[in-house]
């Protein structure tokens, strides 16, 4: 699989498009008011990434987005980061993918960058209400209660909540470890990265495509026991742990002379505490 950054505005097009494609497809339940410009300061300043098979190196696979808090502010006051350097906090959102072989993809690839980039904290903003997607990020911790979008509404005019959650620590150095640990490839100053996809066992298909093949904008398959209304209580979570034990990693097959171009190749090093 290949990770690489979308820089070009046609690369960014795609990106917005096909991200849009899927929601539709899977009829997401929220839309963001008129007047509402988050998404769209996110696809226009932050990195944007996609997801490519080396079997059909043109077509998008899934995608998502991040930027570090030295580049721009987080997308909500909450939680409260002023503790720590904004250099050292990025934020991610906007993940979209086409497949739950994609999703799972991504997920490797993401934690591969993460542990490129030296993050010390990892920032996420999963939509918890009208459906409860938190559940797929459980070894991150939830900050705070759940917390009104004003800048989106259900279709049907209803609120919207969403929930912040981190990962940091040694929790997000196991996970770096983990994406890891089967090795791969960067260039061009990590603008592309090459790694194995996670195999996946055939009898679990099923399970992972409902609980995966899922996007920011979307919801997993209704669970009134996850649901999580404003002000409940923390509770603990996991996430790609769990994934990366369900996901067996097959070998590295990538080449340096395949990337044509200056190589690094290895695993990055943990971020720091």
């Known amino acids: 699989m ?18 849009s494609e899927v929601r539709a497809r899977r009829g997401a339940r929220f839309r963001e008011t008129a ?29 998502f987005s991040v930027h570090c808090l030295n580049e721009f502010s987080q997308s909500f006051p909450i939680p409260n980061l002023s503790y720590l350097p904004p250099s050292a906090v990025y934020e991610a959102g906007q993940l979209w993918a086409f497949s739950h072989e994609a999703a799972l993809a991504l997920r490797k690839g993401s934690m591969i960058l993460i542990g490129l980039l030296q993050a010390q904290v990892l920032l996420i903003y999963p939509l918890i209400i009208p459906r409860d997607v938190s559940t797929l990020y459980r070894v991150f911790k939830r900050v705070g209660p759940p917390f009104e979008l004003p800048f989106a509404e259900t279709v049907t005019g209803d609120k919207v909540y969403m929930q912040a959650m981190l990962l940091e620590g040694d929790e997000l150095r196991q996970q770096v470890e983990l994406a890891s640990r089967d090795g791969f490839e960067t260039r061009g100053g990590h603008n592309v990265i090459r790694f194995d996809a996670p195999a996946v066992d055939a009898n679990r298909l099923s399970h992972l495509s409902e609980m995966y093949q899922v996007t920011d904008g979307d919801e997993p398959a209704a669970n009134p026991a996850s649901r999580v209304s404003p002000g409940s209580s923390e509770r603990p979570l996991i996430g790609l742990a769990g994934l990366a034990k369900s996901a067996v990693a097959k070998a590295n097959t990538f080449s340096p002379s395949r990337l044509n171009g200056a190589t690094a190749k290895g695993k990055p090093n943990s971020p720091s505490r």
């Open 2 to 19: 290949e990770l690489r950054r979308l820089k070009t505005d046609i690369e960014r097009e795609k990106f917005r498009v096909s991200m």
């Open 35 to 63: 007047r509402s410009r988050v998404s769209e300061i996110q696809l226009a300043f932050a990195r944007l990434y996609g997801l490519f098979d080396e079997t059909n190196p043109d077509e998008l696979r899934g995608g």
